[in-house]
């Protein structure tokens, strides 16, 4: 208990009867290994149910819940996302192109909300906000930094080389693969 703050003390102590409440932590602690271990089992039975789990979109709602209760503002950073993810898409894209474009779009949404957090330039700076805006300065770096790197990993699995197979039929060597359409 002596490494404990105050504050986490007082969560561990029942005020009415001055103990700790260690089985009602074990036994929330037992729910939550239960519930690991049913989807453990889950995924180890059926290999493609991760497929399923749109981890990019729940991130993105994670992003929105975060960024304030305004209905209005939520569904202006949703048209956004959507309306990224249109502007990057192609109907010939396949589902890893799908989730590249996903990421790309939500590095865009993250970049925008840092964007759109950053207090900006005083004129008459205070030395007090110095640590504010080099903590602004460097999330916004950072933030930007992911958006780039998303933007290079979707042009590069776009222009991912196609299978070519080579057979050498009669000494002569025909070369077979697929032609991709510009445009």
Known sequence: ?????????????DRQGGRIDIE????EMNQELDK????SKAYASDPDLWKLDDLISKATDNLYQ????????????????????????????????RLYVRAVA????RWQLAQGGYPGIHHELDPRLYKTVDFWDRHLAIVQGQYLKAMDALARAKR????????????QQVIVGHIRKKG
């Open 1 to 13: 208990m002596s490494e404990l703050s105050a504050a986490e003390q007082d969560k561990l102590i």
């Open 160 to 171: 991912r080389p196609l299978p070519v197979v080579q057979f050498n039929i009669d000494k």
């Open 106 to 109: 939500v590095c865009w949404f």
């Open 36 to 39: 690991v271990s049913a989807l």
């Open 24 to 27: 009602g932590a074990c036994l």
């Open 66 to 97: 975060r960024s304030g209760s305004d209905l209005e503002l939520r569904a202006i950073f949703t048209a956004s996302v959507e309306g990224m993810v249109r502007e990057l898409s192609e109907a010939s894209d396949t589902p890893l192109i």
